[in-house]
């Protein structure tokens, strides 16, 4: 069976979190006998269109971005082209050319969304771009929402829930390597004390400001590993506030975010807003074995990271009961085990890339056979 995924980035362009979910699903369902190309936007489409594992990555010319939305003239007669080659098209919303360009194309194949995020950030735009969206996710067979959380809290997906269904992100242990020996030593004399780590893009919705708020009644130092659009401002707020216990480390190499992970006490992650759908870095840190802290948002997040069961949740944007869970972790050793080998738990029974794989290819024979 032959599947099409389309989506505005992948890579070698760029290696977000939608990213590595479509990346995920194609090498899971690779071991079910589904063949994977994905279409996705490049400024350079000849050199970067290659073989990824045991996928194609197939690129159209990216013409220019407006609102986080690229744009393409290429992409319609491309995707016109594979979606007529494949069996199934698998989109990855929000992304409005795509919409466009599934009208455009009329390819009549079996077709399936996995609904990653609500439009948030550009809000002023839902009204205009509303009436294409309804109808593109009302003509698509089938919808994914990451979480059951995000399926019961977006006001979209009420619309479609008879033929909604969740199947969460999951991600391949064997797809991280295990940090040598030169990495535990770069972690332990980077950091020597106790820590807390934060691992991902530096963006707006990360609540990272509130994070370093909160810094200053922590008792153990905090660890950002990353780089972003907002990692200056929040360096120069760390730096006004005077704190010596918050560690910027940059973007790691995978083998050093591992040793970051295995040494922490644990994750914290402070997105306060609901551009964080799922968070893979909470599932990073439950493969680990380590317990979470994050917000109820009413996303995916406290779906990864339960409540009293793998780590804490709390309210969004308060930085004293952050620094209080925080401290938690820290004071109370044994408890914190206890949440980090339940987290371990619920990786294995929901969050593995092995599971993902198996549901989708699930879900595709379930489009075709229906559509044949």
């Known amino acids: 069976m032959k599947v099409l995924h389309f989506f505005k980035t992948y890579w070698p362009d760029s290696f977000g979190g939608v990213e590595r979910t479509i990346h995920a699903i194609a090498q899971g369902t690779a071991n079910h006998g589904i063949e994977t190309q994905v279409l996705s936007l490049s400024r350079a489409p000849e050199e970067n269109t290659r073989r990824l594992d045991d996928h194609m ?15 393409s003239r290429e992409v319609f007669r491309k995707f016109g082209a594979l979606a007529r080659q494949a069996d199934l098209v698998h989109y990855h919303f929000p992304w409005p050319v795509m919409d466009m360009v599934h009208f455009q194309s009329r390819h009549g194949k079996p077709a399936v969304v996995t609904y990653h995020s609500d439009i948030v950030k550009q809000r002023l735009i839902l009204p205009f771009y509303r009436p294409l969206m309804m109808r593109f996710l009302g003509d698509v067979d089938a919808i994914v929402a990451t979480s059951p959380n995000y399926l019961e809290s977006s ?64 008792r153990c130092k905090i660890v950002i590993a990353g780089a972003g659009p907002v990692e200056r401002e929040l360096r120069q707020k760390a730096e006004a506030l005077g704190l010596d216990n918050v560690l910027f480390v940059g973007e790691v190499a995978e083998p050093r975010k591992m040793a970051l992970l295995h040494n922490c006490r644990g994750l914290v992650f402070p997105s306060n807003q609901r551009s964080e759908a799922y968070g893979l870095s909470l599932v990073e840190a439950a493969m680990c074995g380590k317990p979470m802290i994050s917000c109820e948002i009413g996303t995916g997040t406290s779906y990864v990271n339960k409540a009293g069961q793998t780590g804490l949740v709390v309210p969004p944007s308060d930085p004293a009961l952050l620094a209080e869970a925080i401290n938690r972790l820290i004071d109370q050793p044994n408890e914190a085990a206890n949440w980090g080998r339940a987290a371990r738990d619920r990786y294995v029974r929901l969050f593995t890339a092995e599971r993902m794989g198996k549901s989708y290819a699930e879900l595709y024979r379930q489009l075709e056979g229906r559509n044949g």
Request: with cysteine.
């Open 57 to 71: 990555a197939r690129k159209a010319r990216l013409d220019f971005e407006l609102a986080s939305t690229g744009f």
């Open 155 to 218: 006001p979209v997906l009420m619309a479609f829930r008879a033929k909604s269904k969740v199947i969460p992100i999951g991600i391949d242990e064997g797809g991280y390597p295990s940090p040598g020996e030169a990495d535990d030593n770069w972690c332990r004399s980077t950091v020597a004390e106790p820590f807390v780590l934060f691992v991902g893009v530096l963006r707006y919705y990360k609540g990272l400001d509130i994070l370093i708020q909160a810094a200053s009644r922590a």
